[in-house]
């Protein structure tokens, strides 16, 4: 079985910074593209940034510049450092990454439960 935790949600006044992490586990062949995605109530899921295995980084436009996604293969974990947060940052961040489990021949999307980001003025 594969599972992707995520940690590093919490409260944070505007201004401030966060970290979240992703770890991969169980019996993992591959990882290719990770990322993080947020949704925020009443809208609907938004990709924030993605990374490949081979460290290219896709941004959306709201957080160029504020966030940072990195991962270490090693240990199968994504990372999102989030910088001058604001209250519109508010949201659950998801966790993503497309793997190849080790039973299988084929690359599925795999999600995380979630973890809560409250920005607060």
């Known amino acids: 079985q594969v599972q992707l935790v995520e940690s590093g949600g919490g409260l944070v006044q505007a201004g401030g910074s966060l970290r979240l992490s992703c770890a991969a586990s169980?019996?993992?062949?591959?990882?290719?593209?990770m990322g993080w995605y947020r949704q925020a109530p009443g809208k609907q899921r938004e990709l924030v940034a993605t990374?490949?295995?081979?460290?290219?980084?896709n941004y959306a436009d709201s957080v160029k510049g504020r966030f940072t996604i990195s991962r270490d293969n090693a240990k199968n974990t994504v990372y999102l450092q989030m910088n001058s947060l604001k209250a519109e940052d508010t949201a659950v961040y998801y966790c993503n990454a497309d793997l190849r489990a080790a039973w299988v021949f084929s690359f599925a999307n795999y999600w995380g439960q979630g973890t809560q980001v409250t920005v607060f003025s």
């Open positions: 169980g019996m993992i062949y591959s990882i290719n593209d």
């Open positions: 990374i490949t295995s081979g460290g290219i980084t």
